[in-house]
């Protein structure tokens, strides 16, 4: 069964980098899309970026167009997430979920992934 660990949040001031990694184990990660969400504090679960299984189709969210980078090492079995020029309203528990069945055509809806990550806190603020 996947299981997936994300690690690599903390506190960064405006304008800094974080880089988000998804270890997957239990099972390989070459036949899952796997999408980043993230919760803020009140606020519903929103879809950032989604890789598909071949690494070949990526989305992400306007919020994040061009700041922000998702890739996948299926080798090492992680999909990571490249955070760049990250805002205050970037706070939130970032997560990734395995998406099996729609490779990213569905990777906004968080209903149609699974499993899920534990998740991990990214704070911006100065």
């Known amino acids: 069964q996947l299981q997936l660990v994300e690690s690599g949040g903390g506190l960064v001031q405006p304008g800094g980098s974080l880089r988000l990694s998804c270890a997957a184990s239990g099972w390989t990660l070459d036949y899952y899309a796997i999408g980043w969400f993230r919760q803020a504090p009140g606020k519903e679960r929103e879809g950032v970026s989604c890789?598909?299984?071949?690494?070949?189709?990526?989305k992400s969210a306007e919020s994040v167009k061009g700041r922000f980078t998702i890739s996948r090492d299926n080798a090492k079995n992680t999909v990571y997430l490249q955070m760049n020029s990250l805002k205050a309203e970037d706070t939130a528990v970032y997560y990734c979920a395995g998406d099996l069945y729609y490779d990213c055509r569905r990777w906004n809806r968080a209903s149609e992934f699974g499993p899920w990550g534990q998740g991990t806190q990214v704070t911006v603020s100065s």
């Open positions: 890789i598909s299984s071949s690494g070949a189709t990526t």
